[in-house]
């Protein structure tokens, strides 16, 4: 078993039984859900949008070489610049040589997955360059020293008493402050930042291939703020965040914010194409696109499993898993939790290291039931799981276990040949710690139910 396989195992046992952190969890994502299902019910056609989205998502990786140097020529011809990054550490190097040539000092962020993929908080920190979330939840971790702790709410796991807490130990706000107040002195706090920051860095909700621009799409108007004030703009966005078209936001912002948080469209929605034109009164001097790779190839080099890559990032598979519900997104100690990290990291980050996430699953597939673009996600775990197994990562004790399962099964005599009583003794002591620690053992009848029907076919044939 490796370290994140271990942890894994020891983290989400203790969250598991962590009655607060469920209680809160399950508390706002209920409220999510409610939200979510109501904006659902106002979408006509919804199945319609899901096939739809499928099909234009399965389109661009088919074809993802065209649309990206199709998206670099266009963003060119308007002056941005893209760098090309195959893994984290080139994407930090481009980042930091951007900062440095510009003899910048501080950087103010929007919300951004593929940033904290990267690390590129700890980076510039390491680096003398200061670096802060704008992001009220992402405002708020980064205050507690946490990930992010799910894909569209940061700080999902912290009520707002733990949030009123933090604000007092650290603002002198006051202990019992409302969530609004809170909001207020975060405002109070960010607006300056956005004025002085010497550089501005933001993900991208998608690319534009027709258009070469880059869209954004937020709640809090915070990315619009980093994206205007600073002279600098970088955008750093995974390859596969590329859509065909302008005209595809009609269809792809919608069915993001409605599965999401519920929303029929989100507050602020942005079309960043470029830096400042002759006669533009805002925008930065000079604008990045990073696009970035990091194992994104190597899931799009798996034909069967491809389809992760189609993911929008609405967060909804998280909401809907039962498992994530019960233990969180920081037992994963990935970027990407819930189900859809659970068949991307095995590819972005080595089978070998995570493919006990793909294991890690009841396999109920409610999380491809609510996916907007019908992401296939339960069968995609198990071709992780076959994947595992194939390369021959399963511990030699498993190996051995399912051969001999696998013998009993195909011949009922095996199964046969030891009584209920041995059975029972194998399983209070081959099975007692990791199954029996917090559930009831079964206990196996003297005779197997093969033995009784032929015991009283006997009989009855002797009557």
């Not at 019992?176 to 960010?190: F, N, S, Y």
Request: aromatic share 8%; with cysteine.
């Amino acid at each position: 078993m490796t370290k994140f396989a271990e942890e894994f195992q020891q983290v989400s046992e203790e969250k598991a039984f962590d009655l607060d952190h469920r209680r809160i969890i399950n508390f706002n994502i209920g409220r999510y859900t409610t939200a979510v299902n109501r904006g659902l019910s106002k979408l006509a056609n919804l199945e319609a949008s899901k096939k739809k989205g499928h099909v234009i998502k399965w389109k661009v990786m088919e074809n993802l070489d065209k649309y990206l140097l199709e998206f670099e020529s266009n963003f060119q011809k308007k002056g941005g610049k893209v760098i090309w990054a195959n893994d984290k550490e080139e994407a930090q190097a481009e980042i930091l040589q951007i900062i440095r040539r510009a003899n910048a000092k501080t950087v103010i962020k929007s919300k951004s997955m593929t940033t904290e993929e990267i690390h590129l908080n700890e980076f510039l920190e390491a680096n003398q360059i200061d670096s802060l979330e704008s992001d009220l939840g992402e405002f708020i971790v980064q205050l507690l020293g946490q990930k992010p702790y799910h894909i569209v709410t940061p700080a999902m796991h912290l009520s707002k008493e733990d949030i009123a807490k933090l604000f007092h130990e650290r603002f002198d706000t006051p202990a019992d402050a409302t969530p609004e107040q809170l909001t207020a002195k975060a405002r109070v706090l960010l607006r300056e930042k956005y004025t002085t920051a010497d550089v501005g860095i933001t993900g991208a909700n998608f690319l534009l291939s027709d258009v070469g621009s880059v869209a954004v799409t937020e709640n809090e108007g915070n990315a619009r703020l980093s994206t205007t004030f600073p002279r600098i703009q970088i955008t750093i966005a995974g390859v596969e965040k590329v859509i065909p078209s302008l005209n595809d936001l009609d269809l792809f912002w919608p069915m993001l914010s409605t599965h999401g948080t519920g929303q029929n469209l989100t507050v602020y929605n942005t079309i960043l194409g470029g830096p400042r034109q002759d006669g533009e009164t805002d925008g930065p001097e000079e604008m990045y696109v990073i696009l970035l790779d990091n194992g994104r190839t190597n899931l799009l080099a798996q034909k069967e499993q491809r389809q992760g890559l189609y993911c929008i990032r609405c967060g909804a598979c998280l909401n809907a898993c039962p498992i994530y519900k019960n233990i969180g997104g920081h037992t994963y100690e990935t970027t990407y939790s819930g189900p859809i990290g659970s068949i991307i990291t095995p590819h972005l980050s080595g089978m070998e290291e995570f493919k006990h996430l793909s294991f890690a699953s009841s396999l109920c597939g409610k999380c491809s039931e609510v996916c907007p673009v019908k992401i296939d996600i339960h069968k995609m775990l198990l071709l992780n799981r076959r994947d595992s197994v194939s390369a021959g990562l399963s511990p030699k004790v498993e190996v051995i276990g399912w051969k001999g399962w696998k013998m009993a099964m195909l011949k009922r005599r095996w199964v046969d040949l030891l009584g209920g009583k041995v059975k029972n003794m194998m399983l209070n002591t081959f099975f007692k710690k990791s199954w029996g620690k917090h559930r009831e053992l079964p206990v196996v009848a003297p005779k197997s139910f093969s033995k009784q029907w032929k015991e009283g076919k006997r009989n009855l044939d002797e009557l």
